[in-house]
């Protein structure tokens, strides 16, 4: 049995813990998720 995790909601739901624990991280988390799933699409990868 094989478990297949893709990194965007991986990331996001990290990002939407982050926000639940420090509401003031929340637009700096949404730069950085944005950013990360901008480039990972733009690169085509894969994880």
């Known amino acids: 049995m ?3 995790l893709q ?10 813990i982050a926000i639940l ?3 003031r991280l929340l637009n700096y988390i ?3 998720y ?3 799933i901008g480039l990972i699409q733009i690169l085509g ?3």
């Open 30 to 32: 949404v730069a950085f």
């Open 7 to 16: 990194l965007a909601p991986l990331l996001s739901i990290l990002a939407g």
């Open 21 to 23: 624990v420090v509401p």
């Open 34 to 36: 944005l950013i990360a």
């Open 2 to 4: 094989t478990l297949h």
């Open 45 to 47: 990868l894969r994880f």
